[in-house]
């Protein structure tokens, strides 16, 4: 199945995921720690009927306080296009797990990490596919799967997936900024 059809069948918790997985991968470029989005990974995980419970909504308010004060790796300023795309995903995040909301938070979630992907790929050549972008899009496709097969179980999988993800581009940010303090 394709991403996009993915999205379409996919439940509040899999939107969820699938938003906040491409947040999580693209974190490193707020300079952000390893546990910054686990709260909301729990809220996913906790296994209630209710998805629209408070749980959600507090811990994504703590969140953003706690990101609000980030700044990119290296003090990358705040007209950076993909550390702008990582805040609009988080700012954009809805505070209600309604599946329209999530639906429309995931795909733009999905567009922005893609575009963040492109942008940070040095070998991007718009003839061939750039390996971070194709990365990512595999990873996308991943916890959209892994959530659509286990539900519930389907979480911590897809956090793995996403912190591989994160990782990786990590390293692509820290050579980034040795690259920019190299030319200065």
Request: aromatic share 2%.
């Given at each position: 199945m394709s991403l996009v059809e993915l999205v379409a069948r996919a439940d509040a918790r899999g939107l969820a995921a699938s938003g906040l997985a491409c947040l999580d991968r693209c974190l490193p470029l707020l300079?952000?720690?390893?546990?910054?989005?686990?709260?909301?990974?729990?809220?996913?995980?906790?296994d209630t009927a209710d998805t629209s419970g408070p749980d959600w909504?507090?811990?994504?308010?703590?969140?953003?306080?706690?990101?609000?004060?980030?700044g990119g790796p290296g003090g990358t300023?705040?007209?950076?296009?993909?550390?702008?795309?990582v805040?609009?995903?988080l700012s954009g995040a809805p505070d209600d797990r309604s599946v329209p909301a999530l639906r429309?938070?995931?795909?733009?979630?999905?567009?922005?990490?893609?575009?963040?992907?492109?942008?940070?790929?040095?070998?991007?050549?718009?003839?061939w596919p750039a390996p971070l972008v194709a990365g990512e899009l595999r990873r996308q496709t991943a916890v959209l799967?892994?959530?659509a097969a286990h539900g519930p179980a389907g979480v911590r999988?897809?956090?793995?997936?996403?912190?591989?993800?994160?990782?990786?581009?990590?390293a692509v940010v820290s050579r980034r900024a040795r690259g920019h303090d190299a030319r200065l």
């Amino acid at each position: 199945m394709s991403l996009v059809e993915l999205v379409a069948r996919a439940d509040a918790r899999g939107l969820a995921a699938s938003g906040l997985a491409c947040l999580d991968r693209c974190l490193p470029l707020l300079d952000g720690g390893d546990d910054v989005l686990r709260p909301l990974w729990a809220a996913l995980a906790a296994d209630t009927a209710d998805t629209s419970g408070p749980d959600w909504a507090e811990e994504l308010a703590r969140v953003r306080a706690e990101v609000a004060g980030l700044g990119g790796p290296g003090g990358t300023d705040g007209d950076d296009e993909a550390v702008l795309l990582v805040r609009g995903m988080l700012s954009g995040a809805p505070d209600d797990r309604s599946v329209p909301a999530l639906r429309a938070w995931a795909d733009a979630c999905s567009a922005a990490a893609l575009r963040v992907h492109r942008l940070l790929d040095p070998a991007a050549d718009p003839a061939w596919p750039a390996p971070l972008v194709a990365g990512e899009l595999r990873r996308q496709t991943a916890v959209l799967e892994l959530l659509a097969a286990h539900g519930p179980a389907g979480v911590r999988p897809a956090l793995e997936a996403s912190t591989e993800g994160r990782r990786v581009l990590r390293a692509v940010v820290s050579r980034r900024a040795r690259g920019h303090d190299a030319r200065l």
